[in-house]
């Protein structure tokens, strides 16, 4: 499993960090076998598992539920979790015990916040020994308000945008996810922070790079957006699935192949 030093040393040599976001034991499991550094267990599974049509309904106890399981399909693997919309900014203690409860019961290696306004946040998580993941420029969970768009596309929204990394970084966060924004900025930012620094369509030149499971095999689950490349295609099930239906109606499933063949019924009293 790499450790936040070893993830630091990948940023310091250069060697780009892989990202994927899963949600379950299957999809943790092959992105362990494929030696994928970290991954991430978004609150994004609102809209790719559990068909919300966003991620504000996502709730502590569906990100525990998704973050055991992908624990359990890679048990070898640096594993961050979301925090969910409206479990933080309540008041501090409150904030804090459902940290815990989501560090504690998954047992994820950091915890993910989203926004320039949790650097109390990240610095109380920090105190208390769990490691937190920031993410700025397009936040998901704020979409209500800023769209589904670029983000920091101004000189006065692209200044902001440093001063807010560099702020998550002072509180304590230990990685920086940054998601749509001009690829110059985040090629700025990347170079001036300490901490590594995780790209989703914000070019080539961050530390990292992150892509969503469903998304780049192509499950067709989602709006596929401009950052997003498939590396497979696996909405060709749908195909699979009217096969297998078409087999069962005309009785061609299960052929002999697909049978135990053990003759019982002679042995069995009338």
């Not at 990100?63 to 359990?72: F, G, L, S, T, W």
């Not at 933080?88 to 993910?112: F, M």
Request: hydrophobic share 40%.
């Amino acid at each position: 499993m790499k450790t936040l030093n070893q993830l630091l040393d990948m940023k310091q040599s250069n060697d780009k960090i892989s990202m994927v976001t899963a949600y379950d034991y299957p999809s943790a499991k092959q992105a362990e076998s494929a030696q994928i550094d970290t991954i991430l267990v978004g609150d994004s599974l609102g809209m790719t598992v559990l068909g919300y049509d966003s991620t504000v309904q996502v709730t502590v106890d569906d990100m525990i539920h998704h973050a055991k399981a992908v624990r359990r399909g890679a048990p070898g693997t640096f594993i961050i979790v979301d925090v969910p919309f409206g479990a933080v900014g309540i008041n501090e203690q409150s904030d804090l015990e459902t940290a815990v409860k989501l560090y504690q019961q998954t047992q994820a290696n950091a915890i993910k916040a989203e926004g320039a306004h949790l650097t109390q946040y990240i610095e109380s998580c920090s105190n208390v020994g769990i490691p937190v993941v920031s993410h700025l420029g397009l936040t998901p969970q704020s979409v209500g308000i800023t769209g589904y768009k670029m983000q920091a596309n101004t000189k006065e929204a692209a200044q902001q945008l440093i001063d807010d990394a560099y702020n998550v970084q002072q509180a304590g966060a230990v990685m920086l996810v940054l998601e749509a924004i001009p690829s110059d900025l985040a090629a700025k930012i990347t170079k001036n922070l300490d901490i590594p620094v995780i790209g989703i369509g914000a070019g080539k030149s961050t530390d990292g790079q992150v892509l969503v499971y469903h998304d780049l095999l192509n499950y067709e689950v989602n709006h596929q957006a401009k950052f997003v490349k498939q590396y497979g295609d696996f909405s060709k099930g749908v195909q699979a699935l009217s096969l297998y239906n078409t087999e069962v109606k005309s009785q061609q499933f299960p052929s002999d192949a697909h049978t135990y063949k053990k003759q019982v019924m002679n042995e069995v009293s009338e």
